[in-house]
């Protein structure tokens, strides 16, 4: 093929072009194979197949249009007409979920929260604000009070390095109660401190709130205590009274029982502080120390069990506590809501002589959730009248 052509040729030859195309491609510059094959394949990407039926991409604006109407469809819903929580269910959700951070903390953390709540101390007992729903001794699942001794004894102490120093609990307290905690520095002050209360030396007051009033409003109730399994769909532990009289067939009088040989004496003073709305606030005095022994006895003996102890507030089944309208509506709670209620089971005070010196007495502030429910139900304290 010439090297240069005139423009006669130039025309005949582009002529030649236009009847055969081919001639076109022959002559063009030949492109890399890969490079075709990816712009073919774009091609057939962006151009929908006559026979597939494949849809382009969205585009930008499309998607955007898109979106927009998922959120014009969510806002026409027609939203939940479930009532909006109260401040007391806030509360206690709160305090729930408090109190399971509490019991799965570092060991460090739950000690500086007790040395926050430290309320006495000497050279033989230190005495705590035990916080609601930690328990006392040691469990696999949770952070323990006793657990964590070692480093409050060195908090106490300043962080002394040499401190040899140990804290023991004394007195138990429920998981699910709160107050005064008393721990000795020595196992010789734990079993003085034992002594002391089998000999009834060491007075302990709790303050609870009662479903109920109790008639008379004061008295001592002495009925033996034991436990007892209860069989059905949820077989289950509870403690249950024992009681070494029952009223006669003519139902003018008592004969005795036959006592257990399993049951415990338990024996519980009791005294009505103030009530309102079909409630109380009670002080307890217990002379023993069985298990359960204040819930039992209010629940079962008078029949005012404590508020948020759905434990003993049925006898043959477990099942979170009935409340009656009035003491709903003035919690502001609902019934579906009441098994968030926590136990208002306070240790107040303690009391023990002081071998010689000057006696030792101890008084705990009302817990938060507490104060907010004698608030609620117009149940005045007694260093508040």
Not at 15 to 22: D, F
Not at 298 to 324: E, F, N, R, T, V
Request: overall charge positive; some cysteine.
């Amino acid at each position: 093929m010439p090297k240069y052509f005139t423009m006669d040729g130039c025309r005949r030859f582009a002529a030649m072009c236009v009847r055969s195309p081919g001639l076109t491609t022959l002559l063009s510059p030949v492109k890399p194979r890969t490079s075709f094959r990816r712009s073919h394949d774009t091609a057939a990407r962006r151009a929908p197949g006559p026979d597939t039926g494949d849809k382009p991409p969205l585009r930008a604006i499309d998607l955007a249009r898109k979106v927009q109407r998922e959120k014009e469809k969510e806002k026409a819903k027609p939203r939940s007409t479930e009532a909006p929580m109260s401040a007391q269910q806030r509360m206690l959700t709160e305090l729930k979920r408090f109190s399971s951070q509490l019991q799965n903390v570092h060991p460090n953390v739950l000690a500086k929260h007790l040395h926050r709540g430290l309320l006495y101390r000497d050279e033989h007992l230190v005495a705590l604000n035990k916080p609601y729903g930690v328990p006392l001794r040691d469990d696999s699942r949770l952070t323990s009070i006793s657990s964590v001794l070692p480093i409050l004894s060195k908090m106490i102490d300043g962080m002394k390095m040499k401190s040899e120093s140990q804290l023991f609990p004394c007195l138990a307290l429920e998981k699910d109660s709160t107050g005064v905690l008393l721990l000795a520095r020595s196992e010789e002050t734990v079993e003085h401190i034992l002594t002391l209360n089998k000999s009834n030396q060491v007075q302990r007051k709790y303050w609870v709130v009662t479903v109920g009033i109790p008639v008379p409003s004061e008295g001592v109730i002495d009925i033996p205590i034991i436990e007892k399994e209860f069989p059905g769909p949820q077989p289950h532990y509870k403690m249950a009274l024992s009681p070494l009289f029952r009223v006669n067939d003519a139902g003018d009088g008592v004969v005795k029982v036959r006592s257990r040989q399993q049951a415990q004496p338990a024996v519980t003073k009791y005294r009505v502080l103030d009530s309102s709305n079909g409630c109380s606030l009670v002080e307890l005095q217990p002379f023993t120390g069985v298990k359960h022994q204040l819930r039992v006895h209010m629940a079962l003996a008078l029949g005012c069990p404590i508020l948020g102890d759905h434990k003993y507030s049925h006898w043959d089944k477990l099942a979170p506590q009935k409340l009656p309208e009035r003491v709903l509506g003035k919690l502001g709670l609902e019934q579906a809501k009441i098994r968030h209620v926590p136990l208002h089971l306070h240790a107040r005070q303690l009391s023990l002589p002081g071998g010689g010196q000057a006696d030792v007495s101890v008084s705990c502030p009302l817990p938060k959730y507490f104060t907010q429910t004698l608030s609620r139900l117009y149940l005045t304290p007694p260093d508040k009248k």
